[in-house]
T-cell receptor, first 117, second 115 residues
């Protein structure tokens, strides 16, 4: 299947700092990527849809100024958690949609575990 | 919007037995139903998917069935092995609609296969 890479896989930061997570589609172009958040033993919660060359679309309840998303190229989307606090500690996962008419297939990155001290 | 319910939340089987996980969905417009396997500390991995124009799909030990009328779909794993132990998520999406790519996930099933 298609390969989606996330970096870093783990990050620990102090409260109040900002953290950037990268999501790359390695062997295909992705006009749309998705960012999910997953708490321990819970399902994936969609945070936002990242569209190449335009503003991200955020799900209800997700603070766009808190979670900045940039999709500057067809292979890279970044999620920046600004002024991180301990409650932002979570597993962040990106996915990318394989292009094609109505394929719907999504491939996920390996996830990035954020721990805010 | 779409709502996906998944059962059971935990499933424990002996090696060699079969495992079945069931999901129901609410939006009749949904037409794409993938299943993901997630191992500890990793991202979900697509293991099989089915579209609404098909009733059943099989890939070696894994099969998925879809009942559009009842709006439910199931994952079947035969001859389970310890390495099948993981969390499994079902999902649903209207692959041709404006929510294209926005999957709604079930709650997940923790599958444990005992040697």
């Amino acid at each position: 299947g298609a390969v989606v890479s996330q970096h870093p896989s783990r990050v620990i930061c102090k409260s109040g700092t900002s953290v950037k997570i990268e999501c790359r589609s390695l062997d295909f172009q992705a006009t749309t990527m998705f960012w999910y958040r997953q708490f321990p033993k819970q399902s994936l919660m969609l945070m936002a849809t990242s569209n190449e060359g335009s503003k991200a679309t955020y799900e209800q309840g997700v603070e766009k100024d808190k979670f900045l998303i940039n999709h500057a190229s067809l292979t890279l989307s970044t999620l920046t958690v600004t002024s991180a606090h301990p409650e932002d500690s979570s597993f962040y996962i990106c996915s990318a949609r394989v292009s094609g008419p109505n394929t719907g297939e999504l491939f996920f990155g390996e996830g990035s575990r954020l721990t805010v001290l | 919007g779409e709502n996906v319910e998944q059962h059971p939340s935990t499933l424990s089987v002996q090696e060699g037995d079969s495992a079945v996980i069931k999901c129901t969905y609410s939006d009749s417009a949904s037409n794409y139903f993938p299943w993901y396997k997630q191992e500890l500390g990793k991202g979900p991995q697509l293991i099989i998917d089915i579209r609404s124009n098909v009733g059943e799909k099989k890939d070696q030990r894994i099969a998925v069935t879809l009942n559009k009328t009842a709006k439910h779909f199931s994952l079947h794993i035969t001859e389970t092995q310890p390495e099948d132990s993981a969390v499994y998520f079902c999902a649903a999406n209207n692959a041709g609609g404006t929510s294209y790519g926005k999957l709604t996930f079930g709650q997940g099933t923790i599958l444990t296969v005992h040697p």
